[in-house]
């Protein structure tokens, strides 16, 4: 098990080495309180785009399915008629210049792996734009018109004003030792929960008092070489799988692939990584499903059984019905009752 995956682990289930760390916990807390209280002053560079911005993000380190609700936010605008652009950091993007407008063809190594998918998917027009900088919403707005822009996370990037704050949270895991970094998995102090406008909680079976709930729910297999679509029988139940996945929380994946009757050969792998046909050249010879994120990197060398499961995110229908309201208010002149 690497570093980062003990660590996460002693975030998630405890520790008492942890303790050694509250020091440097204090200072990072004191750091992020600081920067909030500048932002909310008014002082510095605070950038207010001409359209709605909403930020969907998390206070928590690790996957808590924010690409797959950020993919239901678009479809769901765009069946409003609403023309929506995103911005994203990019994470592992490397552009030969900022801000870049990401686009289906480029590779993954170019676009960053979430980009791209959100790209392929949705077709909406999206920057990367590490600073999330006014230079790069600019680009964005200049690019087609727009009604809304969504930020791909951001919630912590303070130079950026925000119409909407969205947390997600991994409702298995929650908020571990409720701890800020490096004590715990906390970007920001659990207060700030108080101020965002919603909660979402990803794999809770019911809204709770604090939040709504979402489900990731798979949809089909899809084959990385030849993009043809299998329905979830396509495997019959107790098949063997090299399951692989490079997200925040694999073991999520995991236990999908084992909720669909199948029996997953885990591998691992770190959030954003890179691959090679080396690297996922396992032993016995099985199927490979892996997620649609990693499969935007791994098409162009992909064998004939290599799948991605496509997931859609479920959203509750309280949380439609917020999301909606939210919409109208936002956007009164373009979302007539």
């Not at 930020?151 to 949270?169: C, F, N, P």
């Not at 800020?180 to 919603?198: N, T």
């Amino acid at each position: 098990m690497a570093m980062s995956d003990r660590l996460l682990a002693a975030w998630y289930q405890g520790h008492p080495a942890l303790k050694l760390l509250q020091p440097l916990e204090w200072l990072y807390r004191r750091v992020v309180t600081s920067k909030r209280k500048r932002f909310l002053a008014g002082e510095g560079e605070i950038y207010q785009p001409p359209v709605p911005l909403i930020v969907v993000g998390n206070i928590t380190v690790g996957g808590t399915g924010k690409t797959p609700l950020i993919l239901w936010m678009i479809e769901h605008c765009q069946r409003s008629g609403l023309r929506v652009g995103v911005v994203s950091r990019g994470y592992g993007a490397k552009p030969p210049q900022l801000p870049w407008r990401v686009a289906a063809d480029q590779g993954a190594d170019t676009a960053g792996d979430e980009p791209l998918l959100i790209v392929q998917r949705t077709g909406v027009p999206l920057m990367i734009d590490p600073d999330r900088s006014q230079r790069g919403h600019e680009a964005l707005l200049e690019s087609e018109p727009l009604d809304l822009i969504l930020s791909d996370d951001g919630m912590q990037h303070y130079r950026l004003a925000r119409d909407l704050e969205l947390v997600l949270i991994d409702a298995a895991r929650g908020l571990g030792n409720r701890r800020c970094l490096p004590a715990g998995p906390l970007r920001e102090p659990v207060e700030r929960l108080e101020s965002v406008d919603a909660v979402l909680y990803n794999g809770a079976a019911d809204d709770r008092h604090d939040g709504f709930a979402f489900q990731l729910q798979p949809t089909a297999l899809v084959n990385l070489r030849s993009g043809e679509r299998r329905s979830l029988d396509h495997f019959p139940a107790g098949q063997s799988v090299h399951a692989v996945a490079g997200i925040g929380n694999p073991q999520r994946f995991f236990n999908t692939l084992e909720a669909l009757d199948w029996q997953p050969v885990p591998h691992a792998f770190a959030d954003h990584a890179e691959y090679s046909v080396q690297a996922l050249n396992f032993t016995p010879s099985l199927p490979l499903v892996m997620t649609e994120k990693d499969a935007v990197k791994c098409r162009a060398f992909a064998a004939a059984d290599w799948w991605y499961l496509a997931v859609d995110a479920v959203p509750s229908p309280a949380f439609v019905a917020w999301f909606d309201t939210q919409l109208m208010r936002l956007l009164p002149d373009r979302l007539l009752p």
